[in-house]
């Protein structure tokens, strides 16, 4: 393993050149995989790992939207596309790629499908972690394993056809057969990666909900509803607030620090914007630590799960979340957000 050097502080990676492809299909050479859900993740280390010679099938429910996009991609049903149980009873890698509720409903069934020797991956600590919740406690006569992209599933595949790579963690939680670390890595690389870190499966659901609750998507839905409805609150234009808000930070700004840092972003902007950035991040940081306390400790304390549980587990959770995703399309801000985009001269000239 590679030994990086982050801020200080020395980690291990594993990076595709030094587990190089190759390594990872000799490793799963006789190994079928079976990619259980096909929604978000499932198509992107499915296809992905197609591309890469493995030899992987699809479990999905048949006759809805996602067994449709499973055989639109290719996969034939009877052939490499399977009802989840059959799908699962056929691999010797289980990919368990449902929705974390949905996991929790199937765990009976493919718990039974699961055969010694089997690696059960997940991309997710969640089901194991709060077993108390999920009831998904593997049997001992199986590897468990977890590769964990960190980005949308979209992201696994479209890095991956342009030929960079998303970084990933990785965590063996059993190792029944000796080989869960070898075919742990061996899936990470094979599923995309460009490098892998380590964790553990309780390290790895802490800090991914948290980061998805936080900064990642919670805390920035939040920041910019505020900063918007303040500046329209006080007369200016919708385009304005939208451009102010969002806009210059992802067509500009975010651009910058994903290049180099957010050193690197202040560095070129405005003397007269970094002073003010560097005045007010403080304020900002200071005022949202007792948001992320409590966060962090809902995450802990397992109120998050049993939430995500309760909520997405209910028969109708499909429409209820459709309708707060339309609220907030429906939202000025987003409505002003469309048009926005439109006006970018790339989507003009369409
Ligand atoms: N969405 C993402 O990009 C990321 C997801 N993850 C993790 O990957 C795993 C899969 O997540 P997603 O791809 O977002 O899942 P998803 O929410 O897209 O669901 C996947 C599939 O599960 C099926 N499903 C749901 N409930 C079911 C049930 N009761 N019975 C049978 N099938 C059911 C649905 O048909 C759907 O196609 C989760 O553990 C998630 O936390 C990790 C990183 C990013
Ligand atoms: C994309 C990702 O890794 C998330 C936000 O944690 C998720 O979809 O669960
Ligand atoms: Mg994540
Ligand atoms: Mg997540």
């Not at 939040?222 to 451009?243: C, I, K, T, W």
């Not at 690197?264 to 306390?293: C, E, K, Y």
Request: proline residues 4%; aromatic residues 8%.
């Amino acid at each position: 393993m590679a030994k990086i050097d982050f801020g200080g502080v020395m980690e291990e990676v594993v990076t595709s050149e030094e587990f190089p492809l190759e390594k990872a299909r000799t490793i799963l050479e006789n190994e079928v995989v079976a990619v259980i859900g096909y929604g978000v993740q499932g198509p992107g280390q499915a296809l992905n790992l197609r591309d890469n010679g493995v030899r992987v099938i699809v479990g999905q429910r048949e006759g809805g939207a996602s067994w449709d996009r499973a055989v639109a991609d290719g996969f034939v049903p009877g052939k490499t596309l399977f009802p989840i149980e059959e799908a699962a009873r056929k691999a010797t890698i289980i990919q368990y790629l449902l929705s974390d509720a949905g996991q929790v409903a199937m765990w009976p069934k493919i718990k039974a499908c699961l055969n010694e020797g089997d690696a059960l991956y997940f991309s997710h600590g969640f089901g194991v972690v709060y077993k108390d919740q999920t009831g998904i406690v593997p049997p001992e006569n199986v590897d468990v394993i977890l590769a964990a992209p960190k980005g949308s599933g979209r992201t696994v595949r479209t890095n991956f056809l342009d030929g960079s790579g998303i970084n990933s963690s990785f965590a063996v939680f059993q190792d029944f057969t000796g080989r869960a670390r070898e075919r742990c890595l061996a899936m990470g690389i094979a599923i995309g990666s460009g490098y892998l870190f380590e964790t553990t499966f309780e390290r790895e659901v802490y800090s991914d909900l948290t980061g998805e609750r936080g900064v990642l998507m919670g805390c920035l839905a939040g920041v910019m509803e505020a900063q918007y409805d303040l500046l329209r609150r006080h007369g200016h234009s919708p385009s304005e607030a939208f451009n102010e808000t969002v806009e210059e930070l992802t067509q500009s700004l975010i651009r910058l620090v994903a290049e180099n840092g957010m050193d690197w972003m202040f560095a070129n902007t405005s003397t007269t914007a970094q002073r003010g950035a560097l005045d007010w991040a403080p304020r900002f940081r200071d005022a949202v630590i007792p948001v992320f306390d409590r966060l962090y400790e809902s995450v802990k304390n397992g109120d998050e799960t049993r939430r995500v549980l309760d909520v997405n587990s209910a028969p109708d959770y499909r429409e209820k979340l459709n309708a707060e995703l339309d609220a907030i399309r429906k939202s000025e801000m987003w409505r002003a957000g469309s048009a926005v985009r439109a006006l970018r001269p790339e989507n003009r000239k369409q």
